[in-house]
């Protein structure tokens, strides 16, 4: 059997990871197929237009990416709706 490529997953917040953990269980579903989904669902979403990058784009310290994603924004609403 090949050997399967793999992306690690680190969340910028821990929340996100226990958030992530606590829908799998409710679910009955593996966090990794949640993550492949919500994979997907990005992936068209950045095809179509719906997600701007442009404005989420800020220069990268790793020289391997010029850009990294800041998503201090987002993250502060996710927060928000979780009461936290």
């Known amino acids: 059997m090949a050997k399967r490529n793999r992306i690690s997953f680190d969340p ?3 929340e996100i990871k226990r958030v992530l953990e606590e829908m799998s269980a ?5 966090p990794g197929d949640l993550l492949n ?11 179509n237009g719906e997600i701007d990058l442009e404005s ?5 310290r ?14 502060d609403r996710f ?6």
């Open 26 to 30: 409710e679910l009955g579903v593996p």
């Open 56 to 60: 989420l784009k800020e220069p990268s």
């Open 37 to 47: 989904l919500g994979a997907l669902d990005m992936i068209e979403s950045i095809s």
């Open 12 to 14: 910028e917040d821990p």
């Open 79 to 84: 927060r928000k709706r979780r009461g936290r």
């Open 62 to 75: 790793l020289p391997r990416y010029p850009w990294r994603l800041n998503l201090k924004d987002r993250l």
